[in-house]
């Protein structure tokens, strides 16, 4: 045993520490004695931190932790991102998160990532039309929350106990007997993966089953942020169209047969955003093309249970017997969004693969969340919650297709979702269209954001689950409002 | 508007559904009439679900559905992954988890990930010297979870509200307001992000900022994990020691020139597994080899708060003034750990790429978890059970060290963090010893997972951290013994 101390070190690195603080109180003589001198006067700013070391011939971390005291101190003031500035001895002081010094970034992020929804998502707005959410007015909160707090009840030490990987074996068990029951699809716990939402769940599917170079099909339009995921990749995408009749299965197999696809992203119920849904023949013919060709299907449930009128069809996943289909069910964001559980469904030759990205990604979806969860959706109030929203949500539905009912754009009314992809007129200015509108905080998506190839750019996607009634009727006002004007300036 | 009917479609699924289970029905008088003929008795495995397809002339998902069918009304028994069994008539069902059906797996996993710590973890013992984490009953368990339920009453809708990608405002806030107050780092909120736990840091790090054919530096030992993160991007790890000193600077620097790495991955403050801390003088001279050779420094500071005695020096992040140093700070494990919740810290021009893959990962760490923990943290009883935890630790290391005295292994006893890094004779043959330790219910970590270059054979990671005293007095007996029985087979 070589037991080592560390006193002598630490007791160098607090004199080190002091000798600095001697060297930063000087700076900060400095500039007060030139401000006293009138070098300069408020609201003058003060040398570049760089700048001010070279002239001092001191570090530029002590220059700046001067600057930072002297900003304390009330004697400058520092801008984000500008610099430091001489203050007015009358001025108030800021908030705190306006008081940031500027830095002389050099370090350079030579490698892009995009996410444009979230891009469009980061605008606060009023008229909320581009964000496929619940609007939490259409969710039991104050039931919810006095329910789950049982969950410290039951389980005391949940605050302080992590998940396992795939998910709490609890959740799993029940969510197979949920499969089983609900689908008829039979399913191990072991072929069950909790993630923290279906962002997550698509996100690992490409990371653990695409590699550079791979081609995949991804629908065209399609929801954006998988795009951008496999994008990320850096894979061949291959648009396959999406009509209310499902695909051109003749065209996708001679696809399939030529290109050999990795895997086909897809989102067959009431798809994102068109809202249409692939015809059950369709289901049982992908499944057989997807054995024939080796091609991976994901198949993303996200809208299942928010049908109006008739139930969807069984997912792909059902009639699937070779273990071709990977299955992304969202859950919590009917219930409890703001838990976001999610469920992946894979056969073990590809759980094999997924369940090693998912440690490296977060190590498991915390347990806190998969109980919470567990506890409420099992719950004899949640059938009727569900039952509510369906309708809350095709009332919501209806309600824009009738306030959009005169303006002569075209849509295919969809039998559930939270969405409606609308057709403005050919060449329509639909950027110009959305600066406008997020100018008048109303926001929508771009159909071109959807659309592997970027085109699509007459169309548009509202959403209308996260808006409410009279807030609706304002946006698409204002959204008419603002279309028409763009529409008369460019004939 | 082109509104259009789906009832057709639908009508026509439920009765193709219909004939299928016409069939379905058939298939199940062929085997319940075989198995009454005594073609098959129990205990017999049933044909494959495609050899009976064959033999029938029928679809594969019939059979697979009759078999299920089977399988529910008892007449034959599902064994997962090995196939469909007659059911001995008096033999009782057994538990839903067991009875799945068995699938002829084709789809193919050509992608190969892992997670090696992951897979140690995933064996369950009672001796658990493996997992770097708090002992639950080292926590305020009872105190948390009352606290944290009025959560619900300060945030009503909390339950259906998303975070917004970064993490909430007002935790970003708080945390900038915290490392100006306890670190002297003055940070603008938007240059923090909220993660689900420092693994997820450490993940979109590596996604955002290295592209393959990269080269990066990584200590020697390091976090099992960091090394098989970068190691999926595909990049080339190049290892730096870390002794008790730190690195050996001339030699990283003579690196950094010929390499030009992309970023180092280091934990220099009671280093996992090894517990070395870098002294002050290099870590500022680290900042500079990071500017002079455009190399970004990501300080992975999880066990910042868990010392012994003195308080770690600052972060290499306080001396950074160029915006090459992202930081990643672990909050929540000392806290509440099921919770999840890390900062990572990033000059905005570094932020701007990793911003977009947190979308795209999970579109932000839930809402609820990041409310929690505020709650909690900045409560007045925290910093109190903070200094408790630190000698609650430092006791046990020090058990440790007391039990491990006898063995004639080294180590150098640590300043902080929560592991022991003991080196075993030359040529101890580890592997076999965790074989062993596993058999009876005691894990650690081999240093050879901790070594990007695979060797370091004869080392073994132990924690102190998670298991109690009277556990860890069995656990290393176990351990001591079965080292001994090796030892003495091998010499």
Known sequence: MTGRKEQGRMARGKQETQEAWNKVDTVCRVV???????EWTAPDKLPSVRAMAERLGMH?????????????????EAKYKSGYFVREADRELKAPSDVEPSWDYQAKNVYTNRSRLADIHRVPVDYQMS?????????????????VKQIFDLYPKL????STVMGDPELRESMAGFFKEKQGIALHPDELMITTGSQQAIDLVSRSL??????????????????????????????VSITPDGYDLEQLEHVMKRERPRLFYMNPTFHNPTGFTVPVRQ?????????RYECILVEDDVY???????????????????????????????????????????RPSLMRGIAPVKALADNGTPLLNQKMFQLYFFSSRLQEHVAKLRIALQLRKEKMERLLAGTGWRWTSPGGGLNLWVQLPDGF?????LARCLEQSVAFVPGSICDPLGELDSWIRLSYSFINESLMEEGLRRLIAAAGELHNGST
């Open 60 to 76: 530029r971390l002590t220059v700046m932790k001067a600057y930072q005291k002297l900003a304390d101190d009330g004697v400058i």
């Open 304 to 346: 299942h249970d928010m049908y109006f009128g008739n139930s969807p069809p069984p997912p792909l996943f059902y009639y699937d017997t070779e273990g071709y289909v990977i299955y992304i069910r969202s859950f919590s964001k009917y219930v409890a969004p703001g838990l976001r559980i999610s469920v992946l469904a894979a």
């Open 131 to 147: 964000e496929a959410l619940i609007d939490p007015g259409l969710l039991p909160n104050m039931y919810m929350s006095n329910y």
């Open 159 to 162: 605050l302080s106990t992590y």
């Open 429 to 433: 200015p639909v950027d110009r269209l």
């Open 283 to 291: 289901r049982k013919l992908l499944v057989e093309l997807a054995e």
């Open 32 to 38: 007060e004695e030139g401000i006293r001198r009138g």
């Open 210 to 239: 695409v590699k550079p170079g791979d081609k995949i099909l991804i629908e065209r339009p399609t929801y954006s942020p998988a795009i951008d995921v496999f994008a990320q990749q850096n894979i061949r995408l291959i648009p």
